[in-house]
C-alpha cells in the first residue's frame, strides 16, 4: 500500500491563481480530511469527507473547494490563492470513527 | 464545538528520563476518542497512541502511555525513558464519537515542542 499520496509537494503560486492539490488513499478508507498547518496554531481543518459523495466544512473553509467523487481521491482546490493561504497542507484518511487518521507528507504552498 | 488546549508550548527532558506533556478539552459529548501524534522535522505526522473514552484503563504503547482523567477532561503523554528520536512536536487531538458527520472531525491542540537533551 502506498498509504495516503499528496501532490505536489511544493508549489508557488500567484495571488489570484488557481489551484487543486490531489490526495488519494489506497486503504479504502472511507474518511478523509484537509488541514492546514500554521505555525502556533496547530493543524485546522479544512474540509473534511465520511465518504463518496459526502463533504462537510472544518474551522476554515473559505477559500477552498473540495468534491468526493470517488472513495480513493479527495482534491482541494484553491480558487483564487491568496497571500493568507501560504502553508503546509495535510491530507489525511481514516478506516473507522474510533481509528486515527493516516496522513500524507504534506504540500508546502507559497502564494506570492 | 469541541477544543483541545496544550498549554506547554515547549518542553524539554534529559535522554533516558521521564516527561509528561499536557493535554485538556472540552467537550459535552460522553462517547469520543483521543490521540497523540508526533511530528519529527521530517514534517510526518505519526499516530503514537490511542485512548477510547468509555475504557477507563489507560493505554500504552511500549515507552508511551497516557493518563486519561474523564471527569477532568485531562488527557496526559508520558515518555519513558526518553530518547534523541523522541524529539519532535506532539499533537493532542480528539475525535467523536457522535452523530451527524462530526465523527469526521479530528480536533488538534496547538501542539508542544519536545527538545531531548543527550
Known amino acids: 500500500n502506498a498509504g495516503v499520496t499528496q501532490t505536489p509537494k511544493f508549489q508557488v503560486l500567484k495571488t489570484g491563481q488557481s489551484m487543486t492539490l490531489q490526495c488519494a488513499q489506497d486503504m479504502n478508507h472511507e474518511y478523509m480530511s484537509w488541514y492546514r498547518q500554521d505555525p502556533g496554531m496547530g493543524l485546522r481543518l479544512i474540509h473534511y469527507?465520511?465518504?463518496?459523495?459526502?463533504?462537510d466544512q472544518g474551522e476554515v473553509p473559505n477559500g477552498y473547494n473540495v468534491s468526493r467523487s470517488t472513495t480513493e481521491d479527495f482534491p482541494l482546490r484553491l480558487l483564487s490563492a491568496a497571500p493568507s493561504q501560504t502553508s503546509v497542507y495535510f491530507c489525511a484518511s481514516s478506516y473507522s470513527r474510533g481509528t486515527g487518521y493516516t496522513f500524507g507528507s504534506g504540500t508546502r504552498l507559497t502564494v506570492v | 464545538a469541541q477544543t483541545v488546549t496544550q498549554s506547554q508550548p515547549e518542553m524539554s527532558v534529559q535522554e533516558a528520563e521521564t516527561v509528561t506533556l499536557s493535554c485538556t478539552y472540552d467537550?459535552?459529548?460522553?462517547?469520543?476518542?483521543l490521540f497523540w501524534y508526533k511530528q519529527p522535522p521530517s514534517r510526518q505526522m505519526i499516530l503514537v497512541i490511542r485512548q477510547e473514552a468509555y475504557k477507563q484503563q489507560n493505554a500504552t504503547e511500549n515507552r508511551f502511555s497516557v493518563n486519561f482523567q474523564k471527569a477532568a477532561k485531562s488527557f496526559s503523554l508520558k515518555i519513558s525513558d526518553s530518547q534523541l528520536g523522541d524529539a519532535a512536536m506532539y499533537f493532542c487531538?480528539?475525535?467523536?464519537?457522535?452523530?451527524?458527520?462530526?465523527?469526521?472531525?479530528?480536533?488538534f491542540g496547538q501542539g508542544t515542542i519536545l527538545t531531548v537533551h543527550p
Open positions: 487531538a480528539y475525535r467523536s464519537a457522535g452523530g451527524g458527520t462530526s465523527y469526521g472531525k479530528l480536533t
Open positions: 469527507s465520511v465518504g463518496a459523495g459526502i463533504t
Open positions: 467537550t459535552s459529548e460522553s462517547d469520543y476518542y
